[in-house]
């Protein structure tokens, strides 16, 4: 059969309307509908709740490392898809016209991700209004070319026009790849997209090395870059009080107390410059270089937790803690980034058994039961009791006191 205006076209060339078919073709059809509608009312409750979870840090609890790994583990959306939702979730408090086009089931959520690409509070309604009706190929047509702030019939820009260029490369292709991307990020400090990454490559191959790194030749650069592989991620000026165990960081000209979680983990992975109330000293390393140096190289140079895809900003941890005796051999040393690392001193990431041989164990949200319908009344296992410490005051404690500080060590700083 043929579709013919609002009807179908059987073999004889008649014309069936929706009224002569069964009944159950318009229930099928309005049930589509209210279920498309439905959908994206659950798309509005969890942008709105995707806000709460960010507020109140939620992947922490679970032992995710971001909010990005957490919408990956938990709710199973891929990277692309968790970076889209969290997004959409972080402008749609600006933008209440778009906000109610989402809830109301105007518009989809396809819709919503694309328009909320160049709209803004001042011209979301005009890009709700010229959306209505079309689907979305039509929307992401309609947004191509036009840069945020624009609306629909703003002039159109063909310098935004983005390419799509797609790569098939061989295992020893890929893995050249992701360290050469490892190595731009590394140099730039901060964390990029593909494009700035494919940007920064080019640049360096059509504008050559800096002076200073091609004067000294390959061997010498890749000896410095073994040395800071080697340097500790922290430098500790000891240490904590020894009366009641709390720790402070020195930040900005104010002496901050910080939690039991941050000491023990700057401790994992430090050089020491001793007391700040004396005289300076060396810097000491605990973990020898060429056994952090191997340690990186054993585990990929990224987080050993299973899932996770950091590459950046790894620290090395002791699997039995220093101050339950553990020591610095590779067996008890593993590497962690720093979301991991500091769930692990918060109780909600457990880590067992020898390296690299070893167990994670995460803390994970209680699944709703058979009679559970209410989102509100989920909560967490195994939540740990929260340390509590009195902190003594007396003339004796302040004599006693000394300064926690951690801080990055620069590339070009030696230890």
């Known amino acids: 059969m043929l579709t013919s205006g609002n009807g179908?076209?059987?073999g004889t060339g008649g014309v069936e309307t929706w009224e002569d078919r069964a009944?159950?073709?318009r229930q099928v059809h309005a049930r589509l509908l209210t279920l498309r509608r439905r959908r994206a009312r659950l798309d509005h409750e969890e942008m709105l709740a995707l806000r709460d979870a960010i507020r109140v840090q939620v992947w922490r609890e679970v032992g995710a490392a971001s909010m990005r790994e957490y919408l990956e583990r938990v709710l199973g959306y891929g990277p692309r898809a968790a970076n889209e939702r969290l997004r959409v979730a972080g402008v749609l408090d600006a933008m209440p016209v778009l906000a109610k086009a989402l809830a109301s089931g105007e518009l989809p959520y396809s819709a919503v991700r694309e328009i909320s690409r160049v709209a803004i509070s001042a011209t979301e309604e005009d890009w709700v209004d010229a959306c209505r009706g079309k689907n979305l190929r039509q929307i992401e047509e309609l947004v191509s070319q036009r840069a945020e702030g624009d609306r629909p019939d703003s002039p159109r820009r063909p310098e935004l026009q983005k390419f799509v260029v797609r790569l098939e490369l061989n295992a020893a292709e890929y893995a050249l790849w992701?360290?050469?991307?490892q190595q731009v990020q590394e140099e730039q400090g901060a964390s990029m997209e593909e494009h700035q990454v494919f940007a920064a490559m080019c640049a360096l191959t059509i504008d050559g090395p800096p002076a200073a790194a091609?004067?000294?030749g390959s061997k010498v650069a890749t000896q410095a870059a073994e040395k800071?592989?080697?340097r500790a991620k922290y430098?500790?000026?000891v240490s904590i009080c020894s009366l009641c165990k709390q720790g402070w960081q020195h930040a900005a000209g104010r002496t901050i107390a910080?939690?039991?979680?941050?000491?023990?983990r700057a401790e994992c992975d430090a050089q020491r410059i001793g007391s700040l109330e004396g005289p300076p000293r060396r810097a000491t390393q605990d973990i020898p270089p060429k056994t952090r140096r191997f340690v990186l190289r054993r585990d990929g140079d990224r987080c050993?937790?299973?899932?996770c895809r950091a590459s950046r900003f790894i620290e090395v941890h002791h699997v039995e803690h220093r101050a339950q005796g553990g020591d610095h051999r590779p067996e008890n040393l593993t590497s962690l980034c720093g979301g991991h690392h500091d769930a692990h001193h918060r109780g909600a990431v457990r880590i067992t058994g020898r390296a690299p041989d070893l167990a994670f164990e995460m803390r994970a949200a209680v699944a709703p039961g058979p009679g559970d319908s209410d989102p509100d009344d989920l909560d967490l296992a195994d939540e740990v009791e929260p340390q509590v410490r009195a902190h003594v005051d007396s003339a004796e404690h302040g004599r006693s006191r000394s300064l926690v500080t951690r801080v990055q060590v620069e590339p070009g700083q030696d230890p």
């Open 178 to 181: 992701r360290q050469a991307r």
């Open 258 to 264: 910080i939690e039991p979680a941050d000491v023990a």
């Open 235 to 237: 430098q500790i000026a």
């Open 23 to 25: 009944p159950d073709c």
């Open 214 to 216: 091609a004067s000294k």
């Open 8 to 10: 179908v076209v059987d």
């Open 228 to 230: 800071r592989r080697g």
């Open 304 to 307: 050993t937790v299973p899932g």
